[in-house]
């Protein structure tokens, strides 16, 4: 920092010290003080003006001089903060106030970015290894000349599925690039899910029944139809597999309020996992003891629904049956994160 540009900036004050030194003078004569006591005490104001104007620059010379020094020489500039002392004049503490906050928060920033690469990092770890097993035995039904088609098939809408858990996955990162809110219809986005899933229905011997889904509401559908086909596929997973299986899809409307359920008659959930079943990796008794799963379909499905501005919450009874109840606003347009 440059002595002229601090006096420059000093201007007002000058003239007011000017001034001051002016009115002393006229004061001092018109007692008719002594001219050497005059001269003595004028000169005297006149260096502790000096002193303190000097004392001032200095003191935030040297911290602005170091500031910039390290700003220039930093490649990490947002930890400018901790390679400077806070100073001891009142706008530099503000400065240094700021400059800590700001590269805090860029801090927590970065590592919220680190936990979510590492969460990213972890899944795809998972996903590797899970679609490693379909693909085996896809490759080994192929080498001995296998005729079992509905087998193949099921592998490969395995794969697909995961392949899909991983995309909305990465999406779900940034969804504002994506997602797309437009009203949609229930009965339209749910029978296309079910078409999807029609041989596994076929081939586990699972009826389905659709009611009341003939109401409009606000959301991205093919978000929407990646939620649904998760909660289906689970319904089919857990199912019991006997004649009676169902998966039931229905809407109720109270209020400003439509909620889309799926419900099955499948093993259920135990009563200790189900406040976990959104929680990422988590497979609880059903994943370890009928199918073993990444757990990460519900934690997608949830991850979506709160980007949406909607609401997922789950029901069940063990043995008995599971609900999955989504829930949308009618009136309002989505608070969409």
């Known amino acids: 920092m440059k002595f002229s540009d601090y006096l420059k900036n000093r201007f007002v004050n000058i003239i007011i010290y000017l001034f001051l030194i002016i009115i002393t003078f006229l004061l001092l004569a018109a007692f008719k003080v002594n001219q ?38 930093l490649n990490k500039k947002y930890l400018i903060s901790e390679m400077i002392k806070k ?44 679609v490693k097993t379909p693909l085996a035995g896809g490759l080994l039904m192929l080498h001995n000349n296998s005729k079992s088609d509905k087998k193949m098939m099921e592998i490969l809408n395995k794969i697909n ?10 999406r779900s990162e940034n969804p504002e690039k994506d997602f797309i809110i437009k009203k949609v219809n229930l009965n339209s986005i749910v029978k296309k899910v079910v ?70 008659n499948g093993i259920g959930i135990d009563n200790s996992d189900l406040p976990r079943i959104f929680d990422k990796s988590f497979t609880g008794k059903n994943g370890h003891n009928i199918d073993h799963s990444t757990g990460m379909g519900l934690y997608i499905c949830k991850k979506l629904c709160d980007k949406l501005g909607t609401k997922i919450e789950a029901m069940s009874t063990l043995n008995e049956f599971t609900k999955l109840i989504i829930t949308f606003k009618v009136n309002n347009f989505y608070d969409v994160i």
């Open 36 to 73: 050497s006591l005059i001269f003595v005490l004028i000169s005297l104001l006149i260096v502790f003006i000096i002193i303190n104007f000097l004392y001032d620059y200095f003191r935030k010379k040297n911290f602005y001089d170091t500031l910039t020094y390290n700003i220039k020489n």
């Open 87 to 130: 100073p001891n004049f009142i706008e530099g503490q503000i400065l240094y106030d700021v400059l800590y906050d700001t590269t805090k928060s860029m801090n927590e920033h970065i590592n919220e970015y680190k936990f979510s690469l590492e969460n990213f990092k972890e899944y795809i770890e998972l996903w590797i290894h899970e």
């Open 161 to 170: 599925g995961y392949v899909e858990q991983v995309l909305y996955y990465a």
């Open 195 to 264: 078409s999807n899933n029609k041989e596994n229905f076929i081939n586990k011997k699972i009826s389905v029944k659709l009611e009341d889904l003939d109401v409009s509401i606000y959301s991205d559908p093919k978000w929407l139809e990646f939620i649904i086909n998760q909660i289906i596929q689970n319904s089919l997973k857990y199912s019991k597999n006997n004649d009676e299986s169902y998966v039931k899809i229905y809407s109720e409307t109270k209020d400003d309020i439509i909620s889309l359920i799926i419900e099955d």
